[in-house]
């Protein structure tokens, strides 16, 4: 139950007066530059990065797209793991995930099981005085590997920075 509810979406690029047409830049149906995998443009020698391109609207994957781009540029071999960025919602519990959902993997088709941990359980939270919450983590029921992580509760963007490490490095 809730008094009020803010509804905060629709974001969508800001790619308005940038007159693609002039130089043949294509963008997709909601305005963003389309880009391949390297962030390069239908443009030769032009790159886009960010909340004008695909993905989530993060300043931190914004800023991992930019330095690849610049190790590309640089004839280096940049890349970015989007598997590992981490998204947030600020709110009264806080809500953070990395990785796979339940509902991606189930369109893949990977068979995977579920644990969860209560915050009530959480020493820290319970010295925070705020037990409500709970960490998912979600793991290929074959080998364990940890494909998802989701919580919710005080700190939450903190905590999981833990999971994107552990995705990273195909932690079981």
Known sequence: ??????????????TEGLNPAAVGLQL???GA???DDECRTSVPGIW??????????????????GVAVAERIAGQHGHVDFNTIPNVIYTSPEIA???RTEQQLKE?????????????ANGRARALG??????KVIADSATDEILGVHVVGPQASELVAEAVIAIAFKAS
Not at 48 to 65: F, N, Q, S, T, Y
Not at 130 to 135: E, I, N, W, Y
């Open 48 to 65: 886009a990065i960010g909340d004008v391109v695909r993905g989530p609207m993060l300043a931190h994957k914004a800023e991992e797209e």
């Open 1 to 14: 139950q809730a008094d009020k509810v803010i509804v905060a979406i629709g974001r969508v690029p800001n």
């Open 97 to 99: 995930w990395v990785g």
């Open 130 to 135: 705020d037990t409500t919450g709970l960490v």
């Open 28 to 30: 997709d149906e909601r």
């Open 33 to 35: 530059v389309l880009v």
């Open 108 to 120: 893949q088709g990977t068979a995977y099981r579920i644990g969860s941990f209560p915050f009530m």
